[in-house]
């Protein structure tokens, strides 16, 4: 009897083996996502941010997210912030917009529409991205503004100077205003970050010296290396290009919030080139890439 027990009860548990095997081959078969390990690989770059003044007083920023993971992802919320033009600003949030599943090696392009007032280039949401489901909030936009067209308009500076605000034209020769709106933007969205700082569409003259600005720090006191390069030309090596510090003092000294000038002379009849400044702050090894996209004349 014992005997006949033992193997009827063996031959249940094999059973029970069969069928639970049998259930899992039928879970698989209806979930194939459990027959793998897949993960989604979200990534944005400093190049897919781009924002550019499409009217007086209106910006559009579009950023293309791209996945290159394996599986689909799932949907989330993307989170844009803006600050002045310049490296190590501290950054205000601008608006939240969805972002929806895309597909392995696909990619989505978020677009907001924005709007800044005649003199403070205060970015805000505007109404279009508010139909869509996203939450606006006020920024600050070019802090510095009356400081950068007081160094514009000095009659020793060079004959072209722009910096961190749209400069009106003034009565310095030669110098004249731009509308374009210029400064940082960065994106979050679920572990993809990226940030670009850049200085759109800017008016040079070859053969004489032109002036940039932008400010560095976020009021705390650290060291800063910068390194500047002329990209996009073959004729590199012949422009002349110097950074200084406006305050005074040298570069290589601590700072908390500063502003530093660009000094840069193309050669006459110049390719359009695109200035990179490449600032490392000491306490985080990271580096932070200033962009003036330079037309020359």
């Not at 791209?66 to 844009?80: E, F």
């Not at 374009?180 to 040079?204: F, M, P, Q, T």
Request: charged share 20%; hydrophobic share 40%; aromatic share 6%.
């Amino acid at each position: 009897m014992k005997t006949a027990e033992l193997t009827r009860n063996s031959s249940d548990n094999v059973k029970s083996r069969v069928v639970n095997l049998d259930r899992e081959g039928i879970r698989r078969q209806w979930h194939p996502s459990a027959e793998r390990v897949g993960t989604e690989d979200l990534t944005v770059t400093r190049q897919d941010i781009r924002f550019e003044t499409v009217a007086p007083g209106r910006v559009l920023i579009e950023v293309t997210i791209r996945n290159r993971g394996d599986i689909s992802s799932k949907p989330t919320q993307a989170v844009l912030r803006s600050a002045p033009l310049g490296a190590f600003l501290p950054w205000t949030p601008l608006i939240e917009v969805g972002v929806p599943s895309i597909l392995p090696g696909g990619e989505h392009v978020v677009k907001v529409n924005a709007r800044y007032g005649s003199g403070e280039q205060t970015l805000r949401a505007d109404d279009i991205a508010l139909a869509a489901g996203s939450i606006p909030i006020v920024i600050p936009g070019n802090a510095g503004q009356v400081a950068a067209q007081s160094l514009a308009q000095s009659p020793v500076r060079a004959r072209r100077s722009w910096g961190l605000a749209s400069l009106v034209a003034s009565s310095t020769p030669g110098l004249t205003g731009s509308d374009n709106w210029i400064g940082n933007v960065d994106i979050h969205v679920r572990g993809a970050y990226s940030e670009k700082h850049c200085a759109a569409g800017r008016l040079a003259y070859g053969g004489v010296s032109n002036m940039a600005y932008f400010l560095v720090g976020d009021h705390k006191p650290d060291w800063y290396d910068f390194k500047p390069f002329v990209r996009g030309t073959d004729r590199s090596d012949d422009w002349a290009v110097k950074l200084t510090r406006i305050e005074g003092g040298d570069l290589s000294l601590p700072m908390s919030h500063s502003w530093v000038l660009l000094q840069f002379t193309p050669i006459a009849g110049a390719d359009n080139a695109t200035l990179e400044v490449d600032v490392t702050r000491h306490s985080t090894g990271e580096t932070a890439v200033v962009e003036f996209e330079v037309a020359t004349r």
